[in-house]
C-alpha cells in the first residue's frame, strides 16, 4: 500500500479544489547527478567487520541497530556515502519521475497555508529530500504563486543525514551556501535560486517552531524498524548474528527472552504473528504532531505502508532489484513498508489523521490530468512530450506507482519493483494510498 499520511491542526476543511495552474510553466528536464552506481558498489567491507567485531562483542544485534549501522553509519552508511536515487542507482522515486509530482505537492502546500488563514511566517520542511527534486519543484510553483503568497516569510528547512545528498540539495536549489562546523545543529545555510533562505539540519528536532508544512516521502520507509516474531512463550525478537558456520555471513536469529523493546513496543491488542515496528518513526511523528497542534501547520507522509495489517515487509534493493538485506550489508537500499496505524497512534488526539489515499487518487484529485495537457500545450519537443505523459502514466497507472505491486509468490518475490519502473507478471497490484491527519473539530474528510 503506498500511503500519504497527512497531518495537520486545522479548524476547517482542508481539502479544497484546485486552483487551475498558470499557463506556461516551464519543463523541467532532470539532471542526470554523478551517482556510486550499484554496480561499482560490489561490496563494502567495512561496514561487515564493523558488524561482525560488534556482534562478536557483545552479541547479536537488533534489526533495528543493523538497518541504523548500514543505512547511517556516519563513516561508511548506505545513504551517507551514495547517491542512490536514479537510473544509475538503487531505486527511482516519484518526485524523480516527473515535475508535475512536485508540482501539484507544492499546490497543497499553498491551498494549506491559505485554508489555515495566510500566517506570516511558512517554514516548508521536508524529511530525506535525496536529491532535492521535490522540494526544487515545490519552490518553483511558490515562485510562481508569488501573488498569492505575497507577504509571507517563506523559509526552507531540509532534515538530511547524508553529507554527499545534502551536497546534491545545495547544488540543486541554492545560488549560495555555507557550511557550517560538525557539531552545529544547522550543517548548511544558503538561499535558494528564488532567494528565500534554506538550512540543513541532521534531525527533525532542531527545525525551528513556528507554522509548518512538513513534508516526507518515502522518507519514513528507511527508518530503522525491530522485528517480532509470535511464538508459544510470547514475543520475541528478531536478531542479526553471525553465521556460526560461515563466520563473514549474517543470519536472523530469535532472542530467546524477552528484550526491552519485545516488551515496551508491542500493543496489547496486537493479532498479528510478525511485527516491525519504528519507534525512531513514532518520535518524528510525536513531533511533527506536538508542533502542529502548538505552532499550526500540517504534514503529509507519503510513502510505501499499510494499516496495521502487514506483517514481513523487510526488503533490500540493488540496482532496481531485489537483494537479500542480509548480504553485502552497505550496498544496497534497506526499507520496510510504513505501518500507518502505529504513527497514527503515536501522533495522538490534538491532530487528526486522515486517509489513506491511493497516490494515483491524490493526483487525480490535484489536477494531475489538467497539469499534464498544460504542460503539453506549450512542449513541442516530441521526446519531452513523450517523456510527460510516460511519466504521468508511472505515477498514476494503478499496474504501476498509482498503486502498489504485491509478489503473489515467494516471500522475496518483486515487491516494489515498480521503483525501478519494471513489472513482473507474477505481480498483483493492490491498493496504494494516501492518509491524512486533521484536527479533531474537523474529523475526516
Ligand atoms: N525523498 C526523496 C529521497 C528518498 S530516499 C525522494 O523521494 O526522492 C530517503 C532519504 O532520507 C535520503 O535523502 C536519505 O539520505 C534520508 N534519510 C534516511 N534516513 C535518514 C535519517 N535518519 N535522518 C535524516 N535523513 C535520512
Redesign the pocket.
Known amino acids: 500500500m503506498w500511503t500519504f499520511l497527512k497531518i495537520i491542526r486545522l479548524n476547517r476543511a482542508t481539502v479544497r479544489s484546485l486552483n487551475p495552474l498558470p499557463r506556461g510553466w516551464t519543463v523541467v528536464l532532470r539532471r542526470s547527478c554523478s551517482s556510486a552506481s550499484s554496480e561499482s558498489r560490489v561490496t563494502n567491507p567495512s561496514i561487515l567487520r564493523h558488524l561482525t567485531s560488534k556482534i562478536t562483542a557483545t552479541g547479536a544485534i537488533t534489526v533495528a541497530e543493523y538497518m541504523r549501522e548500514v543505512?547511517?553509519n556516519p563513516v561508511s552508511g548506505y545513504?551517507v556515502k551514495n547517491d542512490m536515487?536514479g537510473a544509475d542507482g538503487d531505486f527511482i522515486?516519484s518526485?524523480?519521475i516527473s515535475q508535475i509530482f512536485g508540482e501539484l505537492v507544492g499546490i497543497w502546500c499553498v491551498s494549506e497555508w491559505v485554508a489555515s488563514g495566510k500566517p506570516k511566517v511558512l517554514q516548508l520542511v521536508e524529511?530525506?529530500?535525496?536529491?532535492g527534486?521535490?522540494i526544487g519543484d515545490i519552490l518553483r510553483v511558490f515562485h510562481q504563486l508569488q501573488s498569492v503568497l505575497h507577504g509571507a516569510e517563506v523559509s526552507v528547512h531540509l532534515?538530511?543525514?547524508?553529507p554527499k545528498?545534502s551536497q546534491l540539495q545545495a547544488q540543486c536549489l541554492a545560488g549560495e551556501y555555507t557550511c557550517g562546523g560538525e557539531d552545529e545543529l544547522v550543517y548548511r545555510t544558503g538561499t535558494t535560486h528564488t532567494g528565500l533562505p534554506i538550512y540543513w539540519y541532521r534531525s527533525v528536532k532542531d527545525v525551528p517552531r513556528g507554522f509548518s508544512i512538513f513534508l516526507a516521502?518515502?522518507?519514513f520507509d528507511?527508518?530503522p524498524i525491530h522485528k517480532f516474531q509470535r511464538t508459544e512463550k510470547g514475543w520475541r525478537e528478531v536478531m542479526v548474528d553471525i553465521h556460526p558456520e560461515e563466520p563473514d555471513k549474517l543470519r536472523f536469529v530469535l532472542f530467546p527472552t524477552p528484550t526491552l523493546a519485545s516488551t515496551t513496543l508491542i500493543h496489547e491488542d496486537e493479532k498479528r504473528q510478525h511485527l516491525e515496528i519504528s519507534p525512531e518513526g513514532g518520535v518524528i511523528v510525536q513531533k511533527l504532531a506536538s508542533q502542529i497542534a502548538e505552532d499550526g501547520g500540517a504534514a503529509l507522509i507519503a510513502d510505501y505502508g499499510h494499516d496495521g495489517t502487514k506483517m514481513d515487509t523487510f526488503r533490500g534493493f540493488r540496482g532496481h532489484k531485489l537483494h537479500d538485506v542480509l548480504e553485502a550489508p552497505g550496498t544496497a537500499d534497506l526499507t520496510a513498508d510504513v505501518d500507518f496505524s502505529y504513527l497514527r497512534r503515536m501522533a495522538g488526539d490534538a491532530v487528526v489523521c486522515m486517509g489513506p489515499i491511493t497516490q494515483r487518487a491524490f493526483l487525480k484529485n490535484m489536477g494531475i490530468d489538467a497539469r499534464l495537457q498544460v504542460l503539453l500545450r506549450s512542449c513541442h519537443d516530441a521526446t519531452t512530450r513523450a517523456q510527460l505523459i510516460h511519466g504521468c502514466d508511472m505515477l498514476t497507472s494503478p499496474e504501476k506507482m498509482g498503486s502498489s505491486m504485491r509478489p503473489t509468490g515467494r516471500r522475496q518475490a518483486a515487491r516494489r519493483n515498480h521503483r525501478g519502473g519494471r513489472l513482473s507478471a507474477a505481480d498483483a497490484p493492490i491498493e496504494k494510498t494516501t492518509s491524512f491527519l486533521k484536527s479533531p473539530a474537523v474529523g475526516l474528510i
Do not use: D
Open positions: 543505512l547511517t545513504y536515487l522515486t518526485p524523480e524529511l530525506g529530500p535525496g536529491r527534486s521535490l532534515v538530511e543525514v547524508s545528498l516521502h518515502e522518507f528507511a527508518l
